[in-house]
C-alpha cells in the first residue's frame, strides 16, 4: 500500500548546509523519524520514508506493508480437493471414471489428464506412466476412496444406471452408519459409493458407540437387485437402509 506523507515536492540538498542545515529542515526530519517510529510500532512497515537519492530528501511517498504474524493453530481442511492415480492405462481409466461419476475432461495431454464432476477444478488426476503392475495382497496404502449421495434413490439409480453399462459393484454392503456399494476401476483400485443411512450426522456418528457394531464393525452383504425391487416396491427408505441382521462381513482385500 503506498500513501502520501510529508511534504509532497519538498527536496532540498542534504550533503551539508542549505535548506537541510535550517531549523525548518531539521525540524521535518524529526517529524519524518516520528511517524517512520510510531508506523513500526504499529506494526506497519514504512519503506523509503527517509531515502536518499542523488542527495535530495524525498518525502513525498511512504511504501507501508502491514506486518502478519503467522500463529501455529490447529486448522482443519476446508475440504477433501482431489486424489491421483498413476495408470499404464490412461484411456481405460479415463472413460471409466467419466462413466462412474459423470465426469467431465478438464485437461488432458496424453501424459497427465484432469477430471471433475462439479465446481472445483479438478477431483481426479490421472497420470500415464508406461509399464506400472499391479498391487500385490501384501502391498501396504490406500484401500479406496469413496463418493456419497444424498439419498437412496440417487445411488440406486447410479447402480442402475452402471449395471446397465456392464460396471457392476463388486460389494455391495450394508455398515450400519452407509449403505455402499464397491467397485473396482480397471487397474483394480476400490471406488464406494454410498448414501448414509440417517437423517443426521450426529446419528451416524452415535452408531459406532453401539453394542451393534462393535459386535460388527464391518457390516452385512447384501443384493443390490433385490434393493432396487423392494425401493420400487415402495418399501419405506429407513427401512431398506437399517443394516439387516445376518452375517458379518470380513474385511475387503486387494483382489476381492
Known amino acids: 500500500m503506498t500513501a502520501a506523507l ?7 540538498n542534504l ?7 535550517t531549523a525548518e529542515g531539521r525540524g521535518i526530519a524529526r517529524r519524518a523519524r516520528s511517524v517512520y517510529d510510531t508506523m513500526n510500532a504499529m506494526g506497519i512497515h514504512a519503506r523509503n520514508a527517509l ?3 542523488g542527495g535530495f ?3 513525498t511517498t511512504v511504501t507501508m506493508e502491514t506486518r502478519r504474524p503467522v500463529a501455529p493453530q490447529a486448522v482443519i481442511p476446508e475440504r477433501f480437493a482431489h486424489f491421483v492415480l498413476r495408470t499404464s492405462n490412461l484411456p481405460g481409466l479415463r472413460r471409466w471414471y467419466q462413466t462412474v461419476l459423470n465426469a467431465r475432461i478438464v485437461h488432458d495431454n496424453g501424459t497427465i489428464c484432469f477430471l471433475t464432476y462439479d465446481e472445483e477444478h479438478h477431483r481426479l488426476a490421472l497420470i500415464n506412466v508406461p509399464g506400472l503392475h499391479a498391487p500385490d495382497a501384501e502391498t501396504w496404502g490406500l484401500a479406496h476412496v469413496a463418493y456419497s449421495y444424498r439419498t437412496l434413490g440417487e ?3 447410479t447402480y442402475v444406471r452402471l449395471r446397465n453399462e456392464g460396471i457392476v459393484p463388486v460389494r455391495p454392503i450394508n455398515h450400519g452408519p452407509t449403505v ?7 487397474d483394480g483400485n476400490a471406488v464406494e459409493l454410498q448414501v448414509d443411512a440417517f437423517d443426521t450426522k ?3 456418528a452415535d452408531f459406532f458407540n453401539t453394542q ?4 460388527n464393525p464391518v457390516g452385512v452383504l447384501f443384493d443390490p437387485e433385490q434393493l432396487v425391487r423392494d425401493y420400487e416396491s415402495g418399501v419405506p427408505e429407513k427401512e431398506l437402509m437399517r443394516r439387516p441382521a445376518g452375517q458379518a462381513a470380513g474385511f475387503m482385500s486387494v483382489k476381492s
Open 6 to 12: 510529508g511534504y509532497p515536492g519538498r527536496q532540498r
Open 15 to 21: 550533503q551539508g548546509g542549505g535548506w537541510a542545515g
Open 51 to 53: 531515502s536518499s537519492e
Open 57 to 59: 530528501f524525498d518525502m
Open 155 to 157: 445411488l440406486l439409480s
Open 180 to 186: 455402499s456399494m464397491y467397485y473396482r476401476d480397471p
Open 202 to 204: 450426529a446419528e451416524a
Open 212 to 215: 451393534d457394531f462393535r459386535d
